[in-house]
């Protein structure tokens, strides 16, 4: 189970309050990944960090995670921990925003910690996507009879240490997106993706 505490709540005893608030909420005793929901500014890394592996030595979360933070902020982040590492980055990740691309993805990879995509359905725009980088996954998916997000899905799980949180509205949608895993697209499909998308 994992969940998040707002910026606003990054001071130390904040933090921690969040947490316990987070628990009792979810009925839980511990949560498995508790992450900083967006960097602020306005309050030390170090103090919300503290707080962090606070909760790790109390037992009540296992790992520390981040959200939407910049490799500097990672870098800051880590650093400000004693003995916990971070696991974590969840950010925007999908065939049409490919940010992550100009170094939080490498970073990640290289120092072990899972990038959880969010929005890797371009916030619902490949379903309803036009023009000629939707030709090039529109041609790919009926090579394949597959849909359009199971395409634009594997591409995104393909990347190293990437895990995906695709929206699901309904069984069919949970149903769609559990099938992505149970095959791989071949590296010319997945290049000619990367570059239709470039």
Not at 119 to 126: A, W
Request: proline share 4%.
């Amino acid at each position: 189970m994992a969940s998040k505490v707002s910026p606003r709540h990054f001071s130390y005893n904040d933090v921690l309050e969040a947490a316990k608030s987070s628990l009792k909420r979810l009925g839980l005793k511990q949560m498995d990944l508790y992450q900083l929901h967006w960097p602020n500014p306005r309050i030390p890394l170090s103090e919300t960090m503290r707080a962090m592996e606070k909760l790790v030595g109390d037992g009540i979360i296992s790992h520390i995670g981040v959200s939407n933070f910049s490799v500097e902020q990672m870098k800051e982040a880590q650093e400000s921990l004693s003995h916990e590492k971070i696991v974590s980055n969840q950010v925007e990740f999908s065939l049409i925003d490919r940010s992550v691309e100009a170094g939080i993805l490498q970073y990640c990879q290289k120092e072990g910690l899972t990038v959880i995509a969010y929005s890797p359905l371009g916030q619902g725009k490949i379903p309803r996507g036009r023009g000629s980088s939707f030709k090039v996954l529109d041609e790919i998916a009926e090579k394949l009879g597959k849909s359009r997000n199971q395409i634009a899905l594997n591409w995104v799980l393909q990347h190293d240490s990437v895990v995906a949180i695709p929206k699901a509205a309904d069984t069919d949608h949970v149903k769609e997106n559990a099938e992505v895993a149970e095959w791989k697209l071949g590296s010319e499909d997945f290049q000619r993706l990367a570059k239709g998308f470039s």
